[in-house]
């Protein structure tokens, strides 16, 4: 028997898999109590918001494309990023021999090495923005649940990181660790930083939501602090937290591409859309050299804005929009 | 007022003396200051060696060789390079000159530019000037600065190839040895580098123009001064724009002070000798205590012009009290 004011609410464990809710079909059909009422939950209705977005929907589908060929480097690539063609050296794009995105100074196929570009900025910034989300997640919710001196911690140390541009302080370390680093060494760096601001937005939202009465409720009836904050209390803070996560995919990519293009990157020879765009500066009158990756970069974060800009609308809908 | 500016900067002093602490410590650990040296057969030879670093207390404990340096930084003016024996500030002081002129002009041209596009994109909300200059800012903000800047330089060097005409300089501030601040020169060296920082502070202030401009078209008051029969000109200038214009200032006031540090792809892409610039060569080469000194600059900057923006903010908008 449920009671008509309260609205039929099964709250499946949110999942988050690339930053995008996977909300499972979860409405519960009241057919049963003899109506033809469909109770929606929260996250269909967010579904709904979401899928009818139409930037958002070419954003999703933009990345998918550009994600999936970067995904499938090995069978999408016609040729290997490291495959040298001395009798074919920094010539325009063509469809000859599939060069469609030219060759560069050593004749390697340019566009197969964006296209393995891609998949290292791809594995850059989708582990950075999953790894940083969960710990920022977890920090940010301890926090601001707890209090006491983690509390007091974190804030200091984001006040700490604040005083510096994040730029600043990501390429003193990334000097320091070495030039030549491996694409793990890269995420960890940029991880370690990204988590401040999920952990800040996790901590102010549980702070406002610790007094809340089914907070209480649920100490009441006995529940453990753990299942209280991850069971009840999380999934009321999961809208910013992915939109954030979403954003923070396009900014790990272009911050990775800043290091390598001052060479605190990736080591060679293993491409990236960062390092690529940096190649082209030796060549001025090889324009395809630096347009077409940066053209490529440009793609993913406007694809990635469009997307966290439609699952804001989709789940935050109290929020006035202001399309700016 | 003055109390709450006073408290601020007493914060502030722990903070900074944190974040010193923690980016010497970090800085001077993970490098060695005498690798060239030891890399030389001339001087690798552990006399020399060991004086040296007794001459530069290298070979004190990290505090101690903290404090040396925060003593050099105030009684020295930055103290020296542990690289080159120079002392750091002439270098910086340059650096942060050029600097300055490249920002100063960006921003006061975004600034203008960015404040017209987005008062008028809000009065004209969704007319195909808004939809264009949206869509641009949108493109202006999701475009990498390096790719940007690349594009430029490389447009400009190929116009010079093809047709042998000089209209901007790509690289560099100067073409002679020197030249004055604001010669014709000069403008062509910096013209593509101001181009380059211009965009990307336009994208920035515009949507933010338009957007808080839409929220103040919308709010009671300006309902009240329509139903009141106040000519639209003035609803706009004097009661929208102005109130519109508070947001901006902030802005804009922590964008200047994040270029301060810098500009730095922008200016090691076209090689121009300012504090991004100052900021990779010294950390290409391993200088720490360059790095240290940039460090400590870009900090107070940063801390300074939040502080700058939080006074403006008060002082702009009365709704707001300090005590």
């Known amino acids: 028997m449920t009671e008509p004011s309260t609205p039929l609410q099964v709250e499946p464990p949110p999942q988050i898999i690339d930053g995008r809710p996977i909300a499972v079909d979860v409405a519960v059909s009241a057919a049963a109590e003899g109506m033809d009422l469909t109770a929606r939950s929260q996250w269909s209705y967010a579904r709904r918001r979401f899928l009818r977005h139409r930037l958002a929907m070419i954003g999703l589908v933009g990345l998918i494309i550009v994600f999936g060929a970067g995904a499938l480097a090995n069978v999408v690539a016609p040729y290997t990023f490291d495959q040298i063609d001395l009798t074919n050296v920094l010539h325009s794009p063509t469809t000859a021999g599939h060069h469609y995105f030219g060759t560069d100074e ?13 998949r290292t900025s791809e594995q850059v910034g989708l582990t950075v923005a999953v790894v940083s989300t969960f710990f920022g997640l977890f920090i940010g919710a301890i926090a601001g649940y707890y209090r006491g001196w983690v509390d007091n911690v974190i804030m200091r140390v984001t006040d700490l990181i604040l005083t510096l541009p994040v730029l600043v302080v990501l390429l003193t370390v990334a000097a320091l660790l070495g030039r030549s680093s491996s694409v793990w060494t890269i995420v960890a760096i940029l991880a370690a930083f990204f988590w401040t601001p999920i952990a800040r937005i996790v901590r102010g939202v549980f702070l406002s939501l610790r007094e809340k009465e089914y907070v209480e409720a649920a100490k009441a009836v006995g529940a453990g602090d753990l299942r209280i904050m991850f069971r009840h209390m999380l999934p009321n803070t999961l809208g910013p937290i992915i939109v954030n996560g979403t954003l923070a995919v396009a900014d790990a990519i272009i911050i990775e591409a800043f290091l390598s293009f001052l060479g605190f990157g990736i080591a060679d020879p293993t491409p990236s859309l960062g390092k690529l765009v940096f190649g082209g500066q030796s060549y001025p009158q090889d324009w395809w050299l630096t347009v077409l990756p940066g053209l490529v970069l440009v793609l993913i974060v406007v694809c990635v804005n469009f997307v966290g800009d439609g699952l804001r609308d989709a789940l935050d809908p109290q929020q006035r929009r202001v399309r700016a | 007022m ?27 650990k993970s490098s060695d200051p005498l690798a060239n040296l030891r890399a030389n057969p001339r001087t690798n030879s552990p006399g020399i060696l060991k004086h040296l670093a007794h001459v530069y207390h290298l070979d004190q404990s990290l505090p101690i060789r903290y404090w040396y340096w925060l003593q050099d930084v105030f009684v020295h003016k930055l103290g020296q390079s542990l690289l080159t024996s120079q002392a750091i500030w002439p270098d910086i002081s340059v650096a942060i000159e050029h600097t300055l002129q490249i920002v100063l002009l960006a921003q006061v041209i975004a600034l203008v530019l960015g404040v017209a596009v987005g008062i008028y994109s809000a009065i004209r909300q969704y007319s195909i000037f808004d939809y264009t200059f949206t869509s641009l800012s949108f493109l202006g903000y999701a475009m990498p600065t390096f790719w940007l800047a690349l594009i430029l330089q490389i447009a400009f060097t190929d116009i010079y190839l093809h047709w042998h005409v000089r209209i901007f300089y790509t690289s560099g501030l100067n073409s002679g040895v020197t030249s004055s601040t604001w010669s014709i020169d000069r403008l062509q060296h ?11 502070s336009f994208a920035l202030y515009s ?23 106040v000519p639209e000109r003035m609803v706009i200038f004097r009661h929208v724009v102005r109130n519109a214009l508070i947001p901006i200032v902030t802005v804009s006031a922590l964008q200047f002070g994040a270029l301060l540090g810098g500009a730095i792809v922008t200016e090691t892409i076209f090689t121009l000798d300012g504090m991004g610039y100052f900021f990779i060569t010294r950390l290409q080469t391993n200088d720490v205590y360059s790095v240290m000194a940039y460090v400590m600059i870009v900090a107070i900057t940063v801390i300074l ?5 939080d006074i403006l903010y008060g002082f702009l908008d009365p709704r707001i009290r300090y005590d």
Do not use: Q
Request: charged fraction near 15%; glycine fraction near 4%; charge should be positive.
């Open chain 1, 106 to 118: 050593i004749g390697r196929d340019y566009l197969s090495r964006t296209i393995y570009g891609i």
């Open chain 2, 2 to 28: 003055v109390t709450y500016i006073a408290r601020r900067i007493l914060y502030s002093i722990p903070v900074l003396l944190a974040t010193s602490f923690l980016s010497f410590a970090f800085i001077t």
């Open chain 2, 190 to 200: 910096i013209a593509l580098p101001v181009i380059t920082l211009t965009v990307v």
């Open chain 2, 207 to 229: 949507r933010y123009m338009r957007a808080t401009m839409l929220d103040v078209i919308n709010s009671d008051y300006v309902r009240t001064a329509r139903a009141k029969g």
């Open chain 2, 305 to 309: 012009f939040n502080l700058i923006a």
